[in-house]
């Protein structure tokens, strides 16, 4: 069995998909994008900006899960520019102190035209 994340602490889903799924000790998050869950919509338009409201968001969901950064064993991270990397890898190396597994890769678009994406896959055995 498994449970699903629901929480409007960090912004509904876009689609048909979960906000996160736990299941056999682990927490797979579906990627989160720099929506502001208070306004429904993106707000900040630097990479700055837009990387801080993504790791708003992944906080909430390992919140709701009863988790936080340091269970976090793999992230995968989607850049719209490249030329974002340094920028971004500060934003990221003050959530992610533990240094989990991670890929980081360019994409040619992600959904509202965001700058950046990050999935989580969580240790939910505390």
Not at 18 to 27: D, K, M, P, T, V
Not at 82 to 104: H, I, L, W
Not at 105 to 115: G, N, Y
């Amino acid at each position: 069995m498994f449970k699903v994340t629901n929480t409007t602490k960090a912004p509904a889903a876009i689609g048909p998909y979960s906000q996160a799924i736990e299941y056999n000790g682990f927490l797979f998050a579906s990627g989160q994008i720099p929506i502001d869950p208070a306004v429904g919509d993106v707000v900040a338009t630097d990479i700055v900006g837009q990387a801080e409201q993504v790791m708003k968001n992944v906080s909430a969901i390992l919140e709701e899960n009863g988790l936080g950064f340091e269970n976090v064993i793999k992230t995968t991270c989607f850049l719209a520019d490249m030329g974002d990397f340094q920028t971004f890898n500060e934003v990221y190396a003050k959530y992610f102190v533990s240094k989990p597994a991670r890929s980081c890769v360019a994409v040619k678009d992600l959904p509202k035209k965001v700058l950046c994406e990050v999935e989580i896959i969580a240790a939910t055995n505390k």
